[in-house]
């Protein structure tokens, strides 16, 4: 491969080469294999109704965990006002609000496109500017007006950098220039694109894709963001998206060890490659592979923990033992949640014969239910599934979140 001599490699697309493992250790080989096989399997003993409904809580956590990367600590309530349209009155506040919301929304997208089987192509530009665009479409100015190298401007959503006013530093490093990004994307979707891959190779891709991507920083902000939805995009893509009911960004954020561990190691993958050894490219063939596999040991982390909340019998004895602490709560409440659990949804009519109830008393002890946010329906009239408020997530879904 030819790599360019050392005066032009940056600014040549070349210069995110090694893109791609080409040979991998048996340790990544059996993550990813362990990491395939744990997937296919959460969540598969739940109604699809009930996934769904998860699946909406995870967004939240998500984004939750996606801020938290970005040194924002917006809390799953606060989250939840914004989806309501309910905003802060503190302008900072309002901001990470409305972000949050973008995410969700943004993520619910994905997830629906990769439900319809209509996902593109997760590497393709025109998919990461859209990315980019729908997470900024609301934003108002103040959010978009960016300090650069050399003067303030408006940031376009969806837009490449493409100015020298655009050019940045993250920390030590220097991205691109912004008159090479397109070209550079152009490349990394060369490199990335799943139709030319196995499954293998794909799951292996969604870590590099990650770092390459961060590190070409094609946007003036909201990179990281952006990173973090394409890598669930890539998960979905690649068979091991559980249907969204596990979530890259908490496992960025909590790391192996630290919650130092993402910034380490994402730091450590930018490393020049160190010697004939090191491969044939511009960055660290050795370091790809070590944050290669830390990255899939982090995903096959929070695929296993969320297997454990999302187990049908864990969760069905929760959900009684939060009807039991309930002061609002009669114990019959537990029946109707279990019967949504095992079948996803019930028509309002049975919960007589789901409680053992007179009539009139079980409508009660249904509407209590409903008023607690842990069933929910499209209409008034329409059956009940089961949901998952956020005033619930401490007792439902301990560890979920650091504590407050």
């Not at 490699?9 to 791609?20: D, L």
């Not at 960025?252 to 380490?264: T, V």
């Not at 993958?269 to 960055?283: C, E, S």
Request: hydrophobic share 40%.
């Amino acid at each position: 491969m030819n790599t360019g001599s050392a005066k032009d490699m940056p600014e040549n697309p070349n210069r995110i080469e090694p893109a791609r493992l080409e040979e991998v250790s048996e340790a990544i080989a059996d993550i990813v294999a362990e990491l395939s096989a744990t997937s296919a399997v959460l969540g598969s003993a739940l109604h699809p109704t009930t996934a769904a409904n998860l699946a909406a809580l995870v967004r939240i956590m998500n984004t939750y965990y996606s801020n938290l990367i970005e040194g924002h600590d917006t809390r799953p309530r606060d989250i939840e006002r914004a989806l309501a349209g309910n905003l802060d009155q503190d302008r900072g506040r309002r901001n990470l609000q409305l972000e949050a919301a973008a995410h969700v929304r943004v993520q619910a997208e994905i997830d629906r496109m990769a439900a319809e089987d209509s996902l593109p192509e997760p590497a393709s530009p025109e998919f990461i500017c859209w990315i980019h665009r729908e997470f900024y479409r609301d934003a108002p100015d103040e959010m978009l007006r960016i300090q650069g190298a050399n003067a303030e401007f408006l940031m376009e959503p969806g837009e490449w950098r493409k100015m020298p006013q655009h050019d940045v530093a993250v920390g030590r490093h220097i991205p691109p220039s912004s008159e090479r990004v397109a070209d550079f994307m152009k490349h990394f979707e060369t490199r990335y694109r799943f139709v030319d891959m196995g499954k293998a190779a794909q799951i292996m891709a969604i870590a590099a894709a990650h770092h390459r991507l961060n590190y070409i920083h094609p946007f003036p902000d909201g990179n990281g963001r952006v990173s973090r939805l394409v890598s669930h995009a890539m998960a979905l893509k690649a068979g091991i998206g559980a249907h969204g009911l596990w979530s890259v960004s908490r496992g960025l954020a909590r790391g192996l060890e630290s919650h130092g561990d993402y910034r380490r190691m994402m730091d450590y993958a930018d490393m020049p490659r160190q010697g004939d050894l090191d491969g044939r490219g511009n960055l660290s063939k050795r370091a790809l592979a070590e944050f290669t596999l830390w990255f899939l040991k982090a995903c096959l982390d929070q695929v296993i923990f969320m297997s454990s909340m999302f187990d049908l019998d864990n969760l069905g004895r929760r959900l009684r033992l939060y009807v039991e602490r309930s002061d609002r709560l009669k114990p019959e409440a537990a029946r109707l949640l279990q019967e949504a659990l095992n079948r996803g949804q019930f028509d309002r009519g049975e919960a007589p014969r789901i409680t053992g109830l007179p009539e009139r008393t079980a409508r009660r002890v249904l509407n209590d239910v409903i008023t607690e946010g842990l069933l929910g329906s499209a209409t008034p009239k329409t059956p009940v599934s089961i949901r998952f408020p956020t005033a619930a997530m401490e007792a439902l879904f301990p560890r979920l979140y650091p504590e407050p």
